[in-house]
């Protein structure tokens, strides 16, 4: 994203809806890392208050051949980029008195400090949905909840993730 591109000052506490211009930016930022996109990683909702993410099994994720589950990486995966994209959003809310300039410096050092992934079922199913909620978003470390669904609705597994965001 260049310097003169328009990010919002402050997202609008009176709606969950975020303007497009940070919409765009988590965009961008998400579609910039090439393993999101090699692992087929769908953003499917961007709020403020939630994230939702969803990925289809594929052959090449299985972890269990022999059940023809999916792999305990590309869950994790999947709760760390969700909960990744979530800790942005409430940076982006956090950081609102800084300039446009300092904000992206900022967010460009987002990354995770730690993540526990709770594995609670086998991961089956032909889609998975992540949705992450923010439980703290402080100046330098969001802290995000998430949990992970099958399509059918089965609870698979649930994670805890902080990120540095500033």
Known sequence: MTESAALP??????????????????YGFFNRIPFNRHLGIEIDELRRDCVAMSLAMRPELIGNFTQGILHGGAISSLIDVCGGAMALIGA????????????????????????RVDYL???RGEQFVCTSVPLRS??????VRSELHANDGTLIAVGTGTYLCG
């Open 121 to 123: 079922r086998p991961g």
């Open 92 to 115: 982006f809310d956090r950081h609102a008195h800084l300039t446009v300039q300092e904000r992206m410096m900022r967010l460009s050092k987002l990354g995770t400090i730690d993540l």
């Open 9 to 26: 000052s402050t997202i609008d506490p009176a709606t969950d809806v975020l303007p497009e211009e940070l919409s765009q930016a988590v």
């Open 138 to 143: 402080g100046n330098k470390v969001g802290v």
